[in-house]
């Protein structure tokens, strides 16, 4: 709603006392400084938090038998990049039945991993935890398993 006072009809004394007069020049220059600073890092942001360098995705796994499960994976990544991916499988109760640290050789952008994970017990679900350049990933849960049980070694091979 609008005054029924125009500013511009006032005295110099009122306006400086209300403080109604023209913003300089400089100020509307600060004001689309920090307007474009913030929208600046803003997208920045959002732009490494949507395009990461490391894309995982589990895209099957299979029961083998109660000693292994089939784990089928992707990782879209720089050709440069050695990756290491970490993946588990549990029991009806979600107790780790088997946990590898998977490493991804550098060469190609698109790499599409089938590993034969061992496992203590039959799997009930696989998940694909994360993966991380150049070491095994750190923001991953670590081993869950039942206090007094050894993790299986890896992978599962075949008994000779």
């Known amino acids: 709603m609008g005054s029924a006072i125009d500013g511009r009809s006032l005295p110099p004394h009122l306006k400086a006392r209300y403080g109604i007069g023209r913003t300089p020049w400089w100020g509307y220059a600060l004001i689309g400084l920090v307007v474009v600073a913030f929208v600046g890092a803003l997208a920045y942001v959002a732009y490494n938090l949507l395009a990461p360098g490391i894309q995982p995705k589990l895209l099957a796994w299979k029961v083998e038998g109660r000693d292994r499960v089939d784990v089928t994976f992707e990782v879209r990544r720089s050709a440069d990049a050695d990756v290491y991916c970490a ?14 640290v998977v490493p991804l050789a550098r060469g190609t952008t698109y790499v599409q991993e089938t590993y034969p994970l061992r496992t203590i017990a039959p799997a009930f679900v696989v998940e694909l935890l994360g993966c991380e350049v150049g070491q095994p990933p750190t923001r991953v849960p670590p081993p869950q398993f039942p206090p007094g049980v050894v993790p299986p070694e890896q992978p599962w091979t075949a008994a000779s």
């Open 87 to 100: 993946i588990r499988a549990q029991d009806e109760t979600r107790t780790d039945v088997g946990y590898a």
